[in-house]
């Protein structure tokens, strides 16, 4: 999925920073760039917009004035040098309030806060609908890039406070990304992974072995709790 996103902002400069940064995210789509809110407008009607970064103060009109004209207002970040406009902005509902000069890392912050904004709004499949098929893979944020994970290849994932490593097949190094080990979790087919502890998710096909409280899997041995044994031997054997 990508985002097409305008750059609103009277100073050229500032122009150029946001279409650099814009163009450095592969869920970006840049499709304008204005000088203005009149500009901006010309861009709305008649291109699809998901995401606008607007300056505020602008000669002829502020930003925050011209996203309250708006009757359908696409997701909008602001990128300005003034402080005093955040309560005004608050009311308006935007996803992020960005102080210049932006660093790329806060910039890509609010950028994947915008992503998954967008991603929330939109519409569920109807109920009579015949079901998705169950995607064979996810992305996951690293250093800025957004990286392709294979479900099939995933042996096992290690929570670590705010980061999540995730081990494949034939992948010497395991992937970090920074999330919870819940919010992955949330992306896994039920019935294939199993939480066996409060630390570990391990892909059940790849179990090798069990022994005690421990699991083999992708040539590692991995702890499994007290409380979750049980539940994953019933499991085991439900799928023999």
């Known amino acids: 999925m990508k985002l097409k996103c305008i750059a609103v902002d009277d100073e050229s400069l500032a122009r150029k920073l946001l279409e650099e940064n814009i163009q450095q995210l592969p869920f970006l789509e840049l499709v304008g760039t204005c000088k203005n809110p009149f500009e901006a407008m ?4 008649r291109e699809q917009v998901d995401l606008m970064f607007l300056d505020i103060q602008m000669p002829g009109m502020l930003g925050t ?3 309250a004209s708006l009757r359908e207002k696409p997701l909008v970040i602001f990128v300005t040098a003034y402080s005093n406009y955040a309560v005004e902005s608050y009311d308006l509902e935007v996803v992020d309030y960005l102080l210049k000069p932006v660093s790329m890392e806060r910039f890509t912050k609010a950028a994947f806060k915008a992503l998954d904004t967008h991603q929330k709004r939109q519409p569920m499949p109807a109920s009579t609908a015949e079901p998705a098929p169950a995607s064979n893979h996810f992305f996951v944020n690293v250093e800025y890039s957004l990286v ?9 994932i290690e929570g670590m406070k705010d980061y999540v490593k995730i081990f494949l097949e034939d992948v010497k190094r395991p992937i970090l990304t920074k999330s919870t080990l819940k919010g992955i979790e949330e992306k896994l087919p039920e019935k294939r992974f199993f939480r066996v502890h409060k630390s570990f998710i391990v892909n059940v096909d790849k179990i090798a072995s069990i022994r005690s409280h421990q699991v083999m899997v992708g040539g590692v041995e991995i702890p499994v709790s007290e409380a979750n044994l049980e539940e994953l031997m019933r499991l085991l054997n439900h799928q023999r």
Not at 42 to 45: A, F, G, H, M, T
Request: aromatic share 6%.
């Open 42 to 45: 010309e861009v709305l009607q």
């Open 148 to 156: 392709k994970i294979t479900i099939d290849q995933i042996t096992h």
């Open 65 to 67: 004035k011209f996203l």
